[in-house]
């Protein structure tokens, strides 16, 4: 069986070439090409061989790694991309599936867990890090299971939403200092300490 073509794009030349070790040490990938930038990926793949897989980081110089992918799918439909990121902000990892990922590792990898991503990839799997899996599952849990009243699903949202509390207060006829309580107790049964917190788990 010939081997399955990767394209990796990873914009820290280091990092880039351990990835490229890694897959082309095994006996099932071959690297088509590794690039330190969304653009020189997308002109890659115009004019060279399709790969089956990409590895893809999200914050890249130029275009960052979910516009890359989405622009590379409308090359190339059934590429395969997988993220492998620092980042586990639960907002990239939704973005990165929305634009066509089929996974998303942390680059605390093994290298053979990336050889078993790539495979899990190709035969129809998901791959993902147990911490980003734990995000997505999370990501469905409503607050509602999380026994919130109905006052503070209110106020979630609309916190979520990226609102200040004097316009919440005022969207629900409350004082702000009402609203600041309801919010504490928020944050005590979601187990979050920031605002910012809020809106990266339950903005959308």
Do not use: W
Not at 1 to 7: C, G, H, T
Not at 78 to 102: M, Q, T
Not at 116 to 143: D, W
């Amino acid at each position: 069986m010939s081997k399955l073509n990767v394209v990796i794009i990873e914009d820290h030349q280091v990092i880039l070439e351990s990835f490229e070790e890694i897959v082309n040490s095994s006996n099932k990938f071959n690297v088509i090409g590794a690039f330190l930038s969304g653009e020189e990926a997308i002109e890659f793949v115009k004019e060279n061989t399709k790969p089956d897989l990409m590895l893809v980081d999200i914050q890249l110089g130029g275009i960052n790694g979910i516009e890359t992918i989405r622009k590379i799918k409308k090359i190339i439909p059934n590429v395969l991309p997988i993220i492998i990121s620092v980042h586990e902000n639960s907002k990239f990892v939704f973005d990165a599936l929305c634009v066509g990922a089929v996974g998303y590792l942390n680059k605390n990898t093994t290298p053979q867990e990336l050889i078993n991503a790539l495979n899990q990839a190709y035969h129809g799997g998901a791959p993902m890090s147990s911490n980003i899996a734990r995000k997505v599952v999370e990501s469905f849990q409503t607050p509602n299971e999380k026994n919130l009243t109905e006052r503070e699903n209110e106020i979630l949202t609309l916190l979520a939403k990226g609102k200040s509390y004097a316009s919440i207060a005022e969207e629900l006829f409350l004082s702000v200092n009402t609203i600041k309580t309801h919010t504490r107790n928020i944050y005590d049964k979601l187990q979050v300490n920031s605002k910012k917190e809020i809106i990266e788990k339950y903005g959308g």
